[in-house]
């Protein structure tokens, strides 16, 4: 997805070339069409080649994933999540002040 995001559009070529891993072309169209399944990317094509451009953007992706792990690991609960980051060492004290300055600082609206 970082590739498409960097190029706005790009083929599964393109995307092999960008990655510097040993993938096959066959590989990464299966990757492509697996994220214009879910929604990440469409498609056009230009002769016989599908040219794959992101659906949604790379902020929207992350919080949608995000979403996903507090509901999957943590039962829904992103204060078990950030418990647990805390207690791992993940997030320092100083960082834990500034978001809750932020957060008392938010909108109503923005803390759905």
């Known amino acids: ?3 498409v995001w960097t190029r706005g559009a790009a083929t599964a070529s393109d ?12 590989t990464v169209r299966t990757l492509l069409r697996r994220l214009e399944a879910k929604g990440y ?3 056009a094509v230009r002769g ?9 953007g790379q902020s929207q992706a992350a919080t949608g994933a995000v979403r996903r792990l507090v509901e999957r690991f943590f039962g829904g609960s992103a204060r078990k999540l950030l418990a647990g980051m805390i ?14 300055r932020r957060l008392a600082r938010a909108s109503p609206r923005s803390r759905k």
């Not at 207690?87 to 002040?97: A, H, K, M, Q, S």
């Open 41 to 43: 990317v469409r498609h």
């Open 87 to 100: 207690d791992d060492g993940l997030i320092d004290p100083d960082e834990v002040r500034e978001l809750s």
């Open 15 to 26: 995307v092999l070339a960008g990655l510097g891993r040993p993938l096959t072309n066959a």
């Open 1 to 3: 997805m970082a590739l």
């Open 48 to 56: 016989r080649t599908f040219v794959y451009a992101p659906r949604v």
